[in-house]
């Protein structure tokens, strides 16, 4: 196999040209065998095979620095830097990460797990390259959905006026452009990239500067060919920044990329090839079903169908259910996602109610505040996202949503931790700064009935910005007999004894039922409520609780700090309530890739984990 020949960076360079096809088809197989085990982002990768060989074969890594937006389409380069082997642990716990990171090996250059990033760090990398006085290539490779982020027009703005080159690879594989647009622009990029001709342009440009009005007389050329690229090239907005554009280029044809890249190099500034692809190349589900396949579990091979259905809704089914029987009852309740229609459960909304549907791209300051538009307008907006995302729009909550007390409704999907995506997606953080904020109300609920309700709740009855925070996975169904109304502020007592107070949030109710069940076999009384407001906090229910119990344990899958656990702590404080509180959560570290399970009894999240800490405490108080 020649695959097996690549074993350390830099290897294809030793493979033979006409073996490269073979190995970009290795590849594919190979990704496609080991994600249908381990799942991940398959339809990404799959795309970009071709491009990323055509990288490697002109740079030398890891002196060369490529930077991947987002990053879960990096596998290749992965593979092509030696790390084949440990695929087989991908986005495990102590495995391969599926994103690029630095601490795995240096030809990772800028951990990545977001969108639209990639220039703004491949700039600053390039200018230190510059004031350090080196001279290797940087280069950002990053998607067309990338560019509906703000930040890349930002680092573009920024880029145009570099004077030494970064390359910037738009990976497009979305966009459809016809044949003759294609073999036009095909032809102009040839020429432009050929070094007669860019000698020659540059000449002239020398000529006209050094004879009268020779700058007046470049302007009015470069006006001229300017205005005939705008209406021939797709890549006359970049030029117009002042970016060399060259474009499109197959991105399946290793020869021609490898070319146009070597070219790229050698350009004065900033400069964007503009690659062609297709999600899923060369399986057909995938190509089929580019989505289901972003990032996908375990799958058989031969149907592409999940290799274990699904037993039972998930929080996002849960969510997708609700919102479909609010948009009928109330007409001026609107869905938006900043990209992830089916991630959040929205896709059904969508089809349903589609005038009421924005999908805004991947731009979660732009959702938020575009939110608070709608509810100025007199809409009931909700904004579905996942936890990670939404800390990229923090300052237009705090700013847009909550200065003006607006009725919009944040649906945070991902909240806690959500497994092999690893430290770029846990949703570890939201509870800390969320409730930092004045205005807003931040919920959690307990089971599926409570989401459902808290989502009704928000909708009907809040009249400013409410967060509703739920976890990934399956939704949990216990504890079906207790469903007390939602009333803003009000926790809900489960179990009423004494000793032992149990104080938890969200996903950790289920957690404490069970710690609960072994305490109980010990002979303690332990008391269990469900604190579904994070924010407020129930004032009177949490005092009664300090001066009836020995101990006040708080449960939440968040940081400790700033979490759920500090505010009851300040609230006690200055309530003059002495009572001992253990608070249990997550430490203060980003939290690796590997199943949730894993990662929770990692953690000491876990139920047998929080019990021995109770016991402990316990013992250390009353011996």
């Not at 050929?194 to 004879?211: C, F, G, I, M, Q």
């Not at 089971?447 to 808290?454: V, Y």
């Not at 149990?502 to 950790?508: D, E, I, N, T």
Request: hydrophobic share 40%; charged share 25%; aromatic share 8%.
């Amino acid at each position: 196999m020649v695959l097996e020949k690549i074993n350390q960076p830099n290897d294809i360079k030793k493979i033979p040209r006409e073996e490269l096809p073979v190995l970009a088809q290795e590849i594919r197989s190979f990704l496609i065998e080991k994600l249908s085990v381990t799942g991940g982002h398959l339809a990404s990768n799959l795309g970009v095979i071709e491009m990323t060989m055509a990288l490697h074969l002109i740079l030398t890594f890891p002196g060369d620095k490529v930077v991947w937006d987002v990053g879960h389409q990096s596998y290749t380069h992965k593979i092509l830097t030696g790390r084949r082997e440990g695929f087989d642990s991908l986005r495990k716990l102590g495995g391969l990460s599926g994103f690029p990171k630095r601490e795995e090996s240096a030809c990772d250059v800028f951990d990545t797990g977001h969108s639209s990033t990639s220039i703004s760090a491949a700039l600053g990398i390039a200018q230190a390259r510059d004031l350090a006085g080196d001279d290797y290539t940087v280069a950002a490779v990053i998607g067309d959905g990338s560019f509906t982020g703000g930040m890349v027009y930002e680092a573009l703005n920024n880029a145009s006026r570099m004077e030494t080159n970064l390359i910037i690879i738009l990976n497009d594989n979305g966009m459809s452009i016809s044949e003759n647009v294609g073999g036009l622009s095909s032809y102009l990029s040839t020429l432009r990239t050929n070094d007669a001709y860019t000698s020659l342009k540059r000449a002239a440009e020398d000529v006209l500067r050094h004879s009268g009005g020779g700058e007046a007389a470049i302007r009015r050329i470069r006006g001229m060919k300017n205005n005939l690229k705008s209406m021939l090239i797709p890549g006359s907005f970049f030029e117009q920044l002042g970016i060399t554009y060259f474009g499109p280029i197959d991105g399946y044809n290793i020869d021609r990329m490898v070319t146009v890249f070597q070219n790229a190099r050698k350009v004065r500034g900033a400069v964007v090839v503009h690659v062609l692809t297709k999600k899923g190349r060369g399986y057909s589900p995938a190509e089929r079903m580019p989505a289901r396949f972003h990032g996908t579990g375990p799958f058989e091979i031969e149907t592409g169908l999940p290799a274990k259905k699904k037993e039972k809704a998930d929080w996002s089914d849960i969510f997708s259910t609700v919102m479909c029987k609010e948009g009928k009852r109330t007409p001026n309740l609107c869905a938006v996602t900043a990209a992830m229609p089916d991630g959040t459960g929205l896709k059904r909304f969508s089809g349903k109610y589609p005038d009421r549907f924005f999908d805004v791209g991947i731009a979660e300051e732009h959702a938020v505040t575009f939110s608070a538009g709608l509810a100025v307008g007199g809409m009931i907006p909700v904004f579905a996202v996942y936890s990670s995302f939404l800390q990229r729009a923090f300052d237009q909550i705090v700013h847009d949503v909550c200065l003006q007390n607006l009725h919009v409704v944040f649906a945070i999907d991902r909240g806690g931790l959500v497994g092999a995506d690893g430290e770029t997606h846990q949703g570890i953080f939201d509870l800390s700064y969320l409730t930092m904020i004045p205005n807003i109300c931040v919920l959690a609920p307990k089971n599926k009935w409570e989401l459902a309700d808290m989502l009704k709740w928000a909708v009907r009855k809040a009249d400013g910005p409410v967060a509703i925070r739920y976890p990934r996975g399956s939704a949990y169904d216990g504890l079906a007999e207790f469903r007390a109304p939602v009333r803003y502020g009000k926790w809900e007592i489960l179990y009423d004894e004494s000793d032992i107070c149990l104080l938890a949030v969200g996903s950790m109710v289920e957690t404490a039922l069970n710690v609960r069940t072994l305490l109980k076999k010990e002979g303690a009384n332990c008391s269990l409520i469900n604190c579904r407001f994070i924010k407020p906090l129930d004032g009177e229910v949490l005092r009664k609780a300090a001066q009836e119990h020995d101990l006040l344990v708080t449960l939440e899958e968040n940081v400790e700090n700033g979490g759920f656990g500090s505010q009851v702590l300040a609230y006690l404080n200055d309530c003059g309530e002495g009572v001992p509180v253990e608070r249990i959560a997550l430490p203060d570290a980003y939290i690796e890739a590997g199943s949730v399970d894993l990662l929770k009894k990692e953690t000491a999240l876990d139920v047998e984990s929080v019990y021995k800490r109770i016991r402990t405490r316990m013992i250390g108080l009353f011996g």
